[in-house]
């Protein structure tokens, strides 16, 4: 709706944004309010980090300040052994039954940028029998892998895998690991096939939504295939009049999303039909109550009671829009100011999800820990005084980690009086694999010791244990010279061998 007016005005005013331009361009910072993060390169760990946000925007973006419901619900199925969660799934079925796919039209971020791409001239694809087609591969993928894949995977290894958000959403990589990474380049060394695959899904789908309207919203999106099962109940939506259609045809021929009626589980509640229809029988309306419908009186027309009606629908809307603006304001005084908590320095794996980090800084003394190895012996942090001591954290599913195993064995040997080494294996985080044969298998023939019960060696890391990999280097006298989460390479192993050496 916003749209045809906007071609029908003359001047510089039909470069306007309008009303749901505006309000998608609203959410797009509500949801994102932490700016701050963009330039330290850190995500918002606060408590609104809790709460599930309607659209599509990942957990990991320096902005986010909420957590994606997408990523929530797989969360919850892929922790089946701790018993089932109710919160995300509560909370997106909450938001279908009042929303609807009015979300996707009006509140999801990743909408609005597809919505911009289209505008880039070119040509453009027509909707047809193909796309419609199309469009139930979203509700195989929310089956398939928002579904089954953790459910299955939780079941059988105990193991929660967020496998939409690992090995598909794009909006994850744009947001969570590309917005990371200019703030942080030595991430770059963390990235691998699998990131790759992910950039390839995201280039992809950036260029097909040129040509094609709101590309992954229509095909991909299983949050979309989520909320499309609640059009046909939801509190808001776009409402047909049966008494003033007249079965013309016109807004379903006009709409760019694969609709085959208005209101049906691929539309979006745009509102661009109720400005087309040319019998004004469609409106948005939430319940009874009429949000967006087509005028059909000129002012001059119009009575003394409809005048005052309009002038108080006026007033709420400056009322609306100024508490709306005030929410705003706040947010972003809040979640910026310097003394705001939660911020953390965080990790990229390959597919963008990030954790913070905890741990010594550099120059205390880290305190005393014992820890049994894979080959009988005892690694001690006392015993080791007088060499360098270097311990790192990994697990077996980290690429960046098993990478990286070999040129701490490479170092150990090229100092093998001078160095003490372990290798700290997270088994809590690899419940099923038998580390033993894991190792054997690399070759690694220095220390290995295997934490049974979480990733927590002395402090180092936080209990949670999903930052990896992470390397601590002392020097002689046990002070710490070197403690982050990242790969290493062997230069700069190696670098830090001659600093710690002293």
């Known amino acids: 709706m916003d749209e045809t007016r906007r071609e029908s005005a003359s001047g510089w005013r039909r470069f306007l944004p309008g009303r749901r331009r505006l309000i998608q361009l609203y959410a797009a910072l509500l949801y994102?309010?932490?700016?701050?993060?963009?330039?330290?390169?850190?995500?918002y760990q606060g408590a609104s980090k809790s709460a599930c946000l309607p659209g599509l925007n990942c957990y990991s973006c320096p902005g986010a300040v909420g957590a994606c419901p997408l990523g929530s619900i797989q969360n919850e199925l892929g922790s089946l052994e701790k018993g089932i969660g109710f919160y995300a799934l509560g909370s997106v079925m909450l938001f279908g039954l009042i929303l609807g796919r009015t979300v996707c039209g009006w509140l999801c971020p990743f909408g609005l940028l597809q919505e911009?791409?289209?505008?880039?001239?070119?040509?453009?694809?027509?909707?047809?029998?193909?796309?419609?087609?199309?469009?139930?591969?979203?509700?195989?993928?929310?089956?398939?892998?928002?579904?089954?894949?953790?459910?299955?995977?939780a079941l059988r290894d105990n193991t929660a895998v967020v496998a939409f958000c690992k090995y598909v959403c794009p909006a994850g990589t744009l947001e969570g690991a590309l917005g990371l990474l200019p703030t942080n380049p030595e991430f770059a060394s963390m990235l691998f096939v699998l990131f790759t695959n992910k950039f390839v899904i995201l280039v992809a789908v950036l260029c097909a939504c040129i040509?094609?309207?709101?590309?992954?919203?229509?095909?991909?999106?299983p949050l979309g295939a989520i909320y499309g099962m609640f059009n046909q109940l939801s509190v808001i939506g776009v409402r047909v009049s049966d008494e003033r259609c007249v079965g013309c045809g016109s807004c379903v021929r006009g709409c760019r999303m694969d609709v085959r009626r208005v209101g049906d589980r691929e539309c979006i509640h745009c509102t661009e039909c109720v400005a087309s229809c040319p019998v004004a029988a469609i409106s948005l309306k939430a319940a009874e109550a009429t949000l967006i419908a087509q005028g059909h009186q000129s002012p001059g027309a119009q009575t003394t009671e409809e005048v005052g009606r309009e002038?108080?629908?006026?007033?709420?809307?400056?009322?609306?829009?100024?508490?709306?603006?005030?929410?705003?304001?706040?947010?972003?005084?809040?979640?910026?100011?310097?003394?705001?908590?939660?911020?953390?320095?965080?990790?990229v794996d390959e597919v963008g999800v990030t954790s913070g980090a905890e741990g010594p800084e550099e120059g205390q003394v880290l305190a005393d820990f014992s820890i049994e190895c894979l080959d009988g012996s005892t690694f001690s942090i006392a015993r080791s005084r007088g060499k360098v001591t270097i311990v790192n954290l990994w697990a077996t599913y980290c690429e960046p980690c098993v990478k990286e195993l070999p040129y701490f064995a490479d170092l150990y040997h090229d100092h093998p009086d001078d160095i003490a080494l372990v290798a700290v294996h997270a088994a809590r985080l690899s419940p099923n694999v038998d580390t033993d044969d894991?190792?054997?298998?690399?070759?690694?023939?220095?220390?290995v010791a295997v934490d049974t019960a979480k990733v927590d060696v002395c402090g180092i890391?936080?209990?949670?244990?999903?930052?990896?990999?992470?390397?601590?280097?002392?020097?002689?006298?046990?002070?710490?010279?070197?403690?982050?989460?990242?790969?290493?390479?062997?230069?700069?192993?190696e670098q830090l061998f001659e600093e710690a050496s002293g």
Do not use: H, M
């Open 32 to 43: 994102n309010a932490q700016l701050k993060g963009f330039v330290t390169g850190t995500i």
């Open 116 to 153: 911009l791409l289209y505008k880039i001239p070119s040509y453009k694809v027509a909707k047809n029998r193909v796309t419609r087609a199309l469009t139930f591969v979203k509700y195989l993928l929310l089956a398939v892998l928002v579904v089954a894949v953790p459910i299955t995977l």
């Open 211 to 221: 040509f094609v309207y709101r590309a992954f919203c229509r095909f991909l999106c």
């Open 311 to 347: 002038q108080r629908q006026t007033r709420r809307r400056r009322f609306l829009v100024a508490a709306l603006v005030a929410v705003l304001v706040a947010a972003l005084v809040y979640f910026n100011w310097d003394s705001t908590p939660g911020d953390v320095d965080v990790s």
């Open 438 to 447: 894991f190792v054997a298998e690399l070759g690694l023939d220095f220390p």
């Open 461 to 493: 890391v936080g209990s949670d244990g999903a930052t990896l990999p992470q390397t601590v280097v002392l020097d002689r006298e046990g002070r710490v010279v070197y403690n982050k989460v990242g790969s290493v390479t062997p230069e700069l192993l």
